[in-house]
């Protein structure tokens, strides 16, 4: 597995990460905990070592997976993690609001560090910008905890470009966390170019377009009932019939090089800028291998345009997320 540099902070992961969210969280039933141990523990043996968490993934269930998962190569491992959110079990998806209070951070990293079995979080985002808090006083406190040596680096997710300069100039961010996919490219008019001026390192979430850039998912799929897509527009029946158009593109291109659709959606990540970290999450060991494989697919000037134009042509149909979210992002 190759290595990538986060920016300029020299944060060094494999090329490609895992995010583990699916395996607790978000994206139908839970894994038991046995495969979810067995497949995080696969990706390492894959050379895989940056792994994605956070403590509203559960809740908290998905910090304890992943640190039970990587705690025999805990010292190989690089391991994110999030605080941002007041959590209530009880509500929808665990999520009762945001709370980036610096007292909150700091409870947030005492309990994740003990969830996650170790004594220091490599990388602490903040989950989401909360508006009731300036960003300069998160900063400040994630600046405490990695003067404390319980954080060795901060980052931030879903932030505007003006948030991300606002907290650099209080603590360098090591990584900023989005959405980016051939389907999502927001990021590109604003964050990318601020990033790259500034050294910092993008980590693309849902880089396969939360499964659609795969083609394996149609019109007519049925999702489980605690899959969070069920409530993104993007994903009504009507809108990926519309938006089948850009998978076919991906597919054809894929064809042609006799390699997966998933295979060109990450390799076309990876060959946007050397500091680009894509966390495609899977619960299924056939599916991060072929995940990893995208690493093998250097697609040239030529592919990148001709997947630009193809692509370009088409308008993606229906909002990443529902209206109750779609406030917390690029704050």
């Known amino acids: 597995m190759q290595k990538r540099k986060l920016g300029k902070c020299n944060l060094e992961v494999s090329a490609i990460g895992l995010g583990c969210m699916g395996l607790s969280f978000g994206l139908g039933p839970a894994v038991s905990k046995q495969d979810g141990v067995g497949l995080i523990r696969a990706a390492f043996e894959r050379g895989v070592t940056f792994f994605d968490t956070a403590e509203i993934y559960g809740p908290f269930t998905n910090e304890e997976l992943v640190g039970e998962a990587v705690a025999p190569f805990r010292d190989q491992a690089v391991i994110a993690t999030k605080?941002?959110?007041?959590?209530?079990?009880?509500?929808?998806?665990?999520?009762?609001?945001?709370?980036?209070?610096?007292?909150?951070?700091?409870?947030?990293?005492?309990?994740?560090?003990?969830?996650?079995?170790?004594?220091?979080?490599?990388?602490?985002?903040?989950?989401?910008?909360?508006?009731?808090?300036?960003?300069?006083?998160?900063?400040?406190?994630?600046?405490e905890l990695i003067q404390q040596g319980k954080v060795k680096h901060f980052g931030l997710s879903e932030a505007s470009a003006q948030t991300i300069r606002r907290a650099h100039r209080v603590q360098p961010v090591a990584a900023v966390q989005s959405e980016y996919s051939l389907w999502w490219r927001e990021p590109e008019a604003e964050v990318l170019p601020a990033l790259e001026e500034l050294g910092i390192g993008f980590v693309p979430f849902s880089p396969l377009g939360k499964g659609f850039l795969t083609g394996k998912i149609n019109q007519d799929t049925q999702f489980?009932?605690?899959?969070?897509?069920?409530?993104?527009?993007?994903?009504?029946?009507?809108?990926?019939?519309?938006?089948?158009?850009?998978?076919?593109?991906?597919?054809?291109?894929a064809q042609k090089k006799k390699v997966t659709p998933a295979h060109?959606?990450?390799?076309?990540?990876?060959?946007?800028?050397?500091?680009?970290?894509?966390?495609?999450?899977?619960?299924?060991?056939?599916?991060?291998?072929?995940?990893?494989?995208?690493?093998?697919?250097?697609?040239t000037a030529e592919d990148l345009r001709e997947l630009e134009t193809a692509a370009s042509k088409i308008p993606v149909q229906g909002e990443r997320y529902p209206a109750d979210l779609r406030d917390l992002v690029n704050r």
């Open 264 to 299: 060109v959606a990450l390799a076309w990540l990876l060959a946007q800028k050397p500091w680009i970290v894509p966390i495609p999450g899977t619960t299924k060991l056939a599916r991060l291998e072929e995940n990893l494989g995208a690493t093998a697919l250097q697609l």
């Open 83 to 143: 605080f941002g959110w007041k959590i209530d079990p009880t509500a929808e998806r665990g999520m009762a609001g945001l709370d980036s209070r610096p007292e909150h951070i700091k409870e947030v990293a005492e309990a994740s560090l003990k969830r996650l079995k170790t004594d220091v979080i490599d990388l602490f985002y903040q989950h989401r910008v909360d508006p009731n808090v300036p960003i300069e006083d998160v900063a400040g406190a994630v600046k």
């Open 224 to 253: 489980d009932k605690n899959d969070f897509r069920n409530i993104v527009p993007r994903f009504t029946a009507e809108n990926r019939k519309a938006n089948q158009a850009l998978v076919d593109v991906v597919g054809r291109f």
